[in-house]
């Protein structure tokens, strides 16, 4: 589901991404791990 709002960032650097985003960077997010609620992604830049 491209482009789809998945949940929240929560590790240390969000906020440094974010600003990447919002200067229109563009990234991807490959999912890692799903444990319950929890996933684990590696982003990337495309």
């Known amino acids: 589901m491209s482009g789809a709002v998945a949940g929240s960032l ?3 650097g969000h906020l440094y991404l ?3 985003i919002e200067q229109g960077h563009s990234y ?3 999912v890692l791990n799903i444990s319950g609620g929890a ?3 590696r982003i990337e830049p495309v």
Do not use: G, N, P
């Open 39 to 41: 996933v684990q992604l």
């Open 18 to 20: 974010i600003d990447c």
């Open 10 to 12: 929560t590790f240390l």
């Open 28 to 30: 991807e997010a490959v």
